[in-house]
């Protein structure tokens, strides 16, 4: 995933064509994600739009507050049925500002590997993100990223940590899902970014 460049609380965040297919109620924690919700911005790519009226951003002491709750649940990582269909291969088809933009993301277990590519600054770059992905709510997980190479590539750092609400047709195909991720820890939707992916199927002989 690219980190944006500018804070999310001066940030806009494909929620209507995904809503209708929104993960059911099963819980992971027995509690749904708490948050002040605001209808979603259109987000045709992953680069953050001013808004025209800024949002306060969330301060450190709520963040810290929030970020001790989330890896206390993280830790139980009960995950419902339908989120063990994360485990495999996916490829990012949204949109993106950054020239020849492409990212693999991969999942086994409660670990992740993302591999990322483009021209963020007109020249190429290759990068790779590694670290955990584990279940806090019925459809929210918690990222902890453990190893960037080359450090700081398309926004990315060790020790980055930040919630995303897994959305789409889990329960369906499983082919597809939306990550809508709040690097900034302000849960309002409209605080959020989000990043769309289909599932890589192996080649047919």
């Known amino acids: 995933m690219i980190r944006p460049r500018l804070p999310l609380a001066l940030a806009g965040a494909l929620i209507a064509s995904v809503a209708a297919m929104l993960l059911g109620p099963t819980g ?31 301060d450190k002491e709520s963040r810290d507050a929030l970020l001790r709750e989330y890896k206390s649940l993280a830790l139980k990582n009960q995950c419902p049925k339908r989120l063990w269909s994360l485990d ?35 020249k190429a770059v290759e990068a790779t993100v ?12 918690l990222f902890e990223v453990d190893r960037v190479e080359p450090a700081g590539a ?3 750092n060790k ?3 930040y919630p995303c609400d897994v959305l789409g047709d889990m329960k369906g195909s499983g082919d597809r899902f939306l990550l809508q991720c709040y690097f900034e820890w302000d849960m309002r939707s409209s605080a959020s970014l989000e990043f769309e992916y289909e599932r890589i199927k192996p080649a047919t002989p």
């Not at 739009?49 to 949002?55: G, I, L, S, V």
């Not at 950054?98 to 990322?116: C, Q």
């Open 130 to 141: 590694e670290g955990s992905i584990r279940c806090t709510h019925a459809s929210r997980v």
């Open 28 to 58: 992971c924690s027995g509690a749904e994600p708490k948050s002040d919700e605001v209808a979603p911005a259109s987000a045709a790519d992953r680069t953050p739009k001013p808004t025209t009226k800024r949002q306060r951003p969330v």
């Open 88 to 122: 495999g291969d996916w490829r990012f088809i949204g949109e993106s500002k950054t020239p020849e933009y492409r990212e693999v993301f991969e999942v086994r277990g409660d670990r992740f590997v993302n591999r990322l590519a483009g021209k963020p600054d007109g």
């Open 159 to 161: 020790g980055d940590t």
């Open 154 to 156: 398309f926004g990315n």
